[in-house]
């Protein structure tokens, strides 16, 4: 893994992740997206795993379910990212338009 998948995936997921966790799951999947997907769908299990909305009647209330929806849709985002280990043959659109000069009046 090099820095500038390093860099994009602490840009998806936080500058406090392990490093060699991360750098252990790309050996394992070899993307990044399917490394940052990974960890953003174990948050979400983490999050579900415990009650999502906690009260203590007059005390505090503990809402996540806000935070469950945003790391959903960071998740949904991501395939509309492009990670720098895609590769992309044959991939790239080059579009031409031909201009013609229209008739003076």
């Known amino acids: ?15 406090e992740v392990d490093l060699p966790d991360l750098a252990g799951r790309y050996e394992r999947l070899q993307s990044a997206r399917a490394v940052a997907a990974e960890v953003l769908r ?9 009650p999502l909305k ?18 959903e849709r960071q ?5 509309d990212e492009v990670a720098p280990d895609t590769h992309l043959d044959g991939a790239r659109l080059l579009a031409s ?9």
Request: charged share 20%; no cysteine; proline share 4%.
């Open 1 to 15: 893994m090099n820095d500038e998948i390093l860099h994009w995936l602490q840009a998806h997921l936080g500058s």
């Open 42 to 50: 174990e948050r979400i299990a983490g999050l579900v795993a415990e």
């Open 54 to 71: 906690v009260t203590v009647n007059g005390v505090a209330t503990i809402d996540n379910s806000p935070n469950v929806a945003a790391l």
């Open 75 to 79: 998740l949904a985002h991501l395939d």
């Open 97 to 105: 338009v031909q201009l013609v000069a229209r008739p003076r009046r």
